[in-house]
């Protein structure tokens, strides 16, 4: 009888242990001492195909006719292809709703180039650095009001600026002490921009990169790029962008950075950043900079 109950509690335990895991999708230890793994990526693997949430923001991740490209999708592609994931599938949505996107398994990583924040690091997982970039202005051509930086905007409250929804450049404009009366927002780029040409706002804003890419696809003379732009004196910028995953999935985000670690170091990254239009070294990311170090203010 004692043998009976013996056996019966070595079973439940096993299967408990079997069950839970370690509560972050790790890998677990079932009772013959074997490893197997129950996390995100094997289900990815399994399948062969990930789902990617982007923005439709060149150059960071964008569709052009039907093909999804971007910076950002290039160097997901290459870790995920080192993955054993060669089937990238992207899901586009608006910048503001790409977290709660992927909280919610809408997709599985968001991969835009989004900036890691403090504040986006309580509610989604970062990987590691993959740029870096600063801001550019946009205004109605020859400048009109005069807006070389965030602080001119300030100073002139009949000034209206708007943004993409969920952009962290509205942060950046509050700490230059541009006024909320001020601000509007967005769902892209392209609507920033027939805002201007509309009469609804004076300037918009956004990643240099983004908003001088834009232009050239806006192929319009009613608008412009302000050259002498003057990068805010604020936390977050420059900005790093990264891939983000949701909390849970923990396994997936370590995988996904051992393989960016080593396409960095090979100078892959670099080579996919430059043929999106970026600089290899200046939209680098420095070696210091992590995820962490940026969430915990070192580097914001």
Do not use: W
Not at 82 to 107: H, I, K, P, R
Not at 171 to 176: H, L, N, P, Q, T
Not at 228 to 243: H, L, R, T
């Amino acid at each position: 009888m004692r043998n009976i109950v013996k056996g019966f509690l070595l079973i439940l335990v096993s299967v408990v242990l079997v069950a839970c895991g370690n509560g972050n999708g790790d890998d677990v230890t079932d009772e013959n001492g074997d490893t197997t793994s129950n996390g995100r990526l094997a289900e990815l693997q399994e399948a062969g195909t990930v789902t990617v949430g982007f923005a439709n923001e060149a150059p960071y991740a964008y569709e052009e006719d039907g093909e999804l490209k971007g910076a950002a999708v290039d160097i997901a592609t290459a870790v995920f292809a080192e993955l054993g994931v060669d089937n990238v599938e992207g899901e586009l949505a608006d910048f503001g709703q790409l977290v709660t996107g992927v909280q919610s398994g809408q997709f599985d990583v968001v991969t835009a180039g989004m900036a890691i924040t403090p504040e986006r690091g309580e509610n989604v997982l970062f990987g590691e650095p993959e740029m870096m970039y600063g801001e550019g202005l946009v205004v109605e051509a020859g400048n009109p009001h005069d807006l070389y930086s965030y602080e001119d905007i300030a100073a002139n409250p009949d000034v209206t600026v708007v943004v993409m929804e969920g952009a962290t450049e509205i942060e950046f404009m509050r700490d230059s002490g541009v006024s909320d009366d001020q601000i509007t927002t967005a769902a892209d780029i392209p609507a920033t921009f027939s805002a201007i040409q509309a009469g609804r706002a004076d300037v918009t804003t956004g990643t240099e990169m983004t908003v001088r890419m834009a232009l050239e696809s806006a192929d319009t003379d009613d608008i412009e790029i302000v050259e002498d732009f003057e990068q805010p004196d604020v936390e977050g910028n420059p900005s790093y962008g990264a891939a983000a995953f949701a909390l849970e999935n923990e396994d997936l985000r370590d995988a996904y950075n051992e393989v960016l670690a080593e396409l960095k170091e090979d100078g892959t990254v670099a080579e996919l950043l430059e043929a999106n239009g970026f600089h290899p070294e200046t939209n680098f990311p420095p070696e210091e900079v992590t995820a962490e170090s940026v969430i915990s203010g070192e580097h914001y």
